[in-house]
Protein backbone atom coordinates (compact mmCIF):
# COMPACT_ATOMS: atom_id res chain seq x y z
CA UNK A 1 0.00 0.00 0.00
CA UNK A 2 1.65 2.80 -1.39
CA UNK A 3 2.02 5.71 1.68
CA UNK A 4 2.30 9.48 1.35
CA UNK A 5 4.27 12.22 2.99
CA UNK A 6 7.91 12.01 3.35
CA UNK A 7 9.79 9.05 4.17
CA UNK A 8 11.68 10.73 6.45
CA UNK A 9 8.57 11.52 8.16
CA UNK A 10 7.49 7.88 8.38
CA UNK A 11 10.84 6.43 9.25
CA UNK A 12 10.82 9.14 12.33
CA UNK A 13 7.01 8.28 13.38
CA UNK A 14 8.47 4.60 13.40
CA UNK A 15 11.50 5.20 15.39
CA UNK A 16 8.80 7.16 17.40
CA UNK A 17 6.08 4.15 17.70
CA UNK A 18 9.23 2.10 18.90
CA UNK A 19 10.49 4.33 21.33
CA UNK A 20 6.99 5.06 22.93
CA UNK A 21 6.74 1.36 22.98
CA UNK A 22 9.90 0.82 24.76
CA UNK A 23 8.91 3.40 27.12
CA UNK A 24 5.62 1.93 27.67
CA UNK A 25 7.31 -1.78 28.48
CA UNK A 26 9.82 0.13 30.58
CA UNK A 27 7.11 2.07 32.74
CA UNK A 28 5.23 -0.76 33.04
CA UNK A 29 5.30 -1.91 36.21
CA UNK A 30 6.70 -5.13 37.77
CA UNK A 31 5.43 -7.96 39.46
CA UNK A 32 5.81 -8.56 42.95
CA UNK A 33 8.35 -11.61 44.26
CA UNK A 34 7.38 -13.63 46.88
CA UNK A 35 9.55 -15.68 49.30
CA UNK A 36 8.04 -18.56 50.96
CA UNK A 37 10.70 -18.16 54.17
CA UNK A 38 8.77 -20.97 56.10
CA UNK A 39 10.64 -22.96 58.47
CA UNK A 40 8.43 -25.67 57.84
CA UNK A 41 7.38 -27.07 54.28
CA UNK A 42 3.49 -27.06 54.04
CA UNK A 43 3.83 -30.11 51.65
CA UNK A 44 6.02 -32.09 53.42
CA UNK A 45 6.46 -31.60 56.84
CA UNK A 46 10.01 -31.22 57.24
CA UNK A 47 11.89 -28.35 58.35
CA UNK A 48 13.81 -26.34 55.46
CA UNK A 49 17.31 -25.60 55.68
CA UNK A 50 18.68 -22.32 53.61
CA UNK A 51 21.40 -24.99 52.50
CA UNK A 52 19.06 -27.17 51.39
CA UNK A 53 16.53 -25.11 49.32
CA UNK A 54 17.72 -27.38 45.68
CA UNK A 55 16.55 -30.46 47.28
CA UNK A 56 13.34 -29.24 47.85
CA UNK A 57 11.79 -31.17 45.15
CA UNK A 58 14.12 -34.06 44.54
CA UNK A 59 13.97 -37.24 47.00
CA UNK A 60 11.62 -38.25 50.10
CA UNK A 61 11.29 -36.70 53.25
CA UNK A 62 13.71 -39.06 54.78
CA UNK A 63 16.52 -38.54 52.93
CA UNK A 64 16.01 -34.74 52.90
CA UNK A 65 15.76 -35.11 56.63
CA UNK A 66 19.22 -37.25 56.53
CA UNK A 67 20.65 -34.11 54.35
CA UNK A 68 19.75 -32.03 56.71
CA UNK A 69 21.13 -33.79 59.55
CA UNK A 70 24.48 -34.48 57.90
CA UNK A 71 25.12 -31.21 56.54
CA UNK A 72 24.66 -29.58 60.28
CA UNK A 73 27.61 -29.45 62.13
CA UNK A 74 27.30 -29.43 66.02
CA UNK A 75 30.81 -28.58 68.26
CA UNK A 76 31.06 -32.03 70.49
CA UNK A 77 30.91 -29.45 73.69
CA UNK A 78 27.75 -28.37 72.55
CA UNK A 79 26.09 -31.03 71.73
CA UNK A 80 24.69 -32.74 74.85
CA UNK A 81 22.86 -29.37 76.13
CA UNK A 82 22.03 -27.55 72.57
CA UNK A 83 20.30 -24.38 73.28
CA UNK A 84 19.97 -24.17 76.98
CA UNK A 85 22.22 -22.67 79.34
CA UNK A 86 24.89 -23.52 82.07
CA UNK A 87 22.39 -24.08 84.65
CA UNK A 88 19.97 -26.41 82.80
CA UNK A 89 23.22 -28.47 81.21
CA UNK A 90 24.39 -28.83 84.87
CA UNK A 91 21.01 -30.24 85.88
CA UNK A 92 20.69 -32.92 83.08
CA UNK A 93 24.42 -33.96 84.35
CA UNK A 94 22.51 -34.42 87.30
CA UNK A 95 19.77 -36.09 86.71
CA UNK A 96 22.31 -38.49 84.36
CA UNK A 97 24.39 -39.30 87.51
CA UNK A 98 20.79 -40.21 89.72
CA UNK A 99 19.90 -42.30 86.86
CA UNK A 100 22.98 -44.27 86.73
CA UNK A 101 23.18 -44.34 90.62
CA UNK A 102 19.56 -45.86 90.55
CA UNK A 103 20.66 -48.40 88.00
CA UNK A 104 23.43 -49.57 89.64
CA UNK A 105 21.57 -50.20 92.79
CA UNK A 106 19.17 -52.01 91.09
CA UNK A 107 21.34 -54.39 89.28
CA UNK A 108 23.14 -55.29 92.76
CA UNK A 109 19.81 -55.81 93.96
CA UNK A 110 18.71 -57.95 91.11
CA UNK A 111 22.12 -59.93 91.87
CA UNK A 112 21.32 -60.33 95.59
CA UNK A 113 17.95 -61.25 94.67
CA UNK A 114 19.37 -63.63 91.79
CA UNK A 115 21.38 -65.51 94.31
CA UNK A 116 19.47 -65.30 97.22
CA UNK A 117 16.73 -67.30 94.80
CA UNK A 118 19.54 -69.64 94.21
CA UNK A 119 20.62 -70.35 97.34
CA UNK A 120 16.88 -71.08 98.08
CA UNK A 121 16.55 -73.48 95.96
CA UNK A 122 19.56 -75.92 96.62
CA UNK A 123 17.98 -75.59 100.39
CA UNK A 124 15.03 -77.07 99.21
CA UNK A 125 16.72 -79.92 97.32
CA UNK A 126 18.88 -80.84 100.34
CA UNK A 127 16.05 -80.99 102.72
CA UNK A 128 14.34 -83.12 100.58
CA UNK A 129 17.04 -85.20 100.42
CA UNK A 130 17.63 -85.39 104.69
CA UNK A 131 15.29 -88.67 104.85
CA UNK A 132 17.42 -90.23 101.85
CA UNK A 133 20.19 -89.80 104.10
CA UNK A 134 19.23 -90.57 106.95
CA UNK A 135 17.77 -93.84 105.36
CA UNK A 136 21.52 -94.28 104.53
CA UNK A 137 22.80 -93.56 108.32
CA UNK A 138 20.50 -96.65 109.75
CA UNK A 139 20.93 -99.00 106.83
CA UNK A 140 25.07 -98.32 107.55
CA UNK A 141 24.53 -98.47 111.04
CA UNK A 142 22.52 -102.22 110.59
CA UNK A 143 25.63 -103.67 108.29
CA UNK A 144 23.98 -103.54 104.92
CA UNK A 145 26.26 -100.52 103.36
CA UNK A 146 29.66 -101.96 104.10
CA UNK A 147 30.04 -103.33 100.96
CA UNK A 148 28.97 -103.51 97.63
CA UNK A 149 27.29 -101.49 94.98
CA UNK A 150 24.85 -99.89 97.55
CA UNK A 151 28.02 -98.74 99.90
CA UNK A 152 29.18 -97.27 96.41
CA UNK A 153 26.07 -95.57 95.15
CA UNK A 154 25.75 -93.84 99.30
CA UNK A 155 29.03 -92.61 99.08
CA UNK A 156 28.89 -91.21 95.53
CA UNK A 157 25.48 -89.15 96.88
CA UNK A 158 26.96 -88.01 99.93
CA UNK A 159 29.91 -86.67 98.01
CA UNK A 160 27.65 -85.12 95.22
CA UNK A 161 25.92 -83.05 98.31
CA UNK A 162 28.98 -82.28 100.00
CA UNK A 163 30.02 -79.96 96.74
CA UNK A 164 26.60 -78.09 97.33
CA UNK A 165 27.70 -76.79 100.50
CA UNK A 166 26.38 -79.69 102.69
CA UNK A 167 27.58 -80.54 106.18
CA UNK A 168 26.97 -83.07 108.70
CA UNK A 169 26.64 -82.53 112.42
CA UNK A 170 27.36 -85.65 114.11
CA UNK A 171 30.43 -85.43 116.81
CA UNK A 172 30.51 -86.11 120.33
CA UNK A 173 32.36 -84.94 122.52
CA UNK A 174 32.36 -81.42 121.79
CA UNK A 175 30.47 -78.45 124.17
CA UNK A 176 26.43 -78.56 123.56
CA UNK A 177 25.70 -75.52 120.75
CA UNK A 178 21.70 -75.29 120.93
CA UNK A 179 21.89 -73.14 117.65
CA UNK A 180 23.02 -77.01 116.51
CA UNK A 181 22.18 -79.15 119.00
CA UNK A 182 18.76 -80.02 120.01
CA UNK A 183 19.18 -81.90 123.14
CA UNK A 184 16.40 -85.20 123.56
CA UNK A 185 17.65 -86.36 126.82
CA UNK A 186 20.12 -85.23 129.53
CA UNK A 187 22.58 -87.25 131.74
CA UNK A 188 24.23 -86.53 134.68
CA UNK A 189 28.42 -87.00 134.38
CA UNK A 190 31.03 -86.78 137.01
CA UNK A 191 34.02 -86.14 134.61
CA UNK A 192 32.37 -82.77 132.39
CA UNK A 193 32.61 -79.29 133.69
CA UNK A 194 29.95 -78.44 130.49
CA UNK A 195 27.50 -79.21 128.81
CA UNK A 196 28.72 -81.98 126.32
CA UNK A 197 27.50 -84.23 123.61
CA UNK A 198 28.18 -87.31 124.51
CA UNK A 199 26.06 -89.58 121.61
CA UNK A 200 24.38 -88.35 118.57
CA UNK A 201 20.93 -89.73 117.61
CA UNK A 202 20.29 -88.25 114.45
CA UNK A 203 22.74 -85.98 112.69
CA UNK A 204 22.34 -82.50 111.79
CA UNK A 205 22.80 -80.83 108.44
CA UNK A 206 24.27 -77.40 107.59
CA UNK A 207 24.70 -75.36 104.24
CA UNK A 208 26.97 -72.92 104.66
CA UNK A 209 26.04 -71.16 107.80
CA UNK A 210 22.36 -71.70 107.59
CA UNK A 211 21.68 -74.72 109.78
CA UNK A 212 18.78 -76.94 107.81
CA UNK A 213 18.59 -79.55 110.88
CA UNK A 214 20.08 -79.61 114.39
CA UNK A 215 21.32 -82.67 115.25
CA UNK A 216 19.27 -85.10 117.85
CA UNK A 217 21.65 -85.53 121.06
CA UNK A 218 21.95 -86.63 124.32
CA UNK A 219 23.87 -84.28 126.67
CA UNK A 220 25.88 -85.15 129.46
CA UNK A 221 25.75 -82.51 132.12
CA UNK A 222 27.96 -81.97 134.93
CA UNK A 223 27.14 -84.15 138.58
Known amino acids: MPHHGNEEEHGSSENRRDANGSDSQANEPQKPVIHDNRKVDPKTGQARHPD ?30 QGVDTAEAEELKNDLRRLQAEYVNYRKRVERDRAVAGEMAVIGVLNALLPVLDDVD ?26 YGLVRIDETGVEFDPTIHEALIQQPAPDVEVDTVSQVLRSGYKS ?16
Do not use: C, M, W, Y
Open 52 to 81: QEHHADSGDALSQAEDILNSVEVPAAESVA
Open 208 to 223: GDRVLRAAQVIVAVPA
Open 138 to 163: AARQHGDLADGPFAAIAAKLENALKT
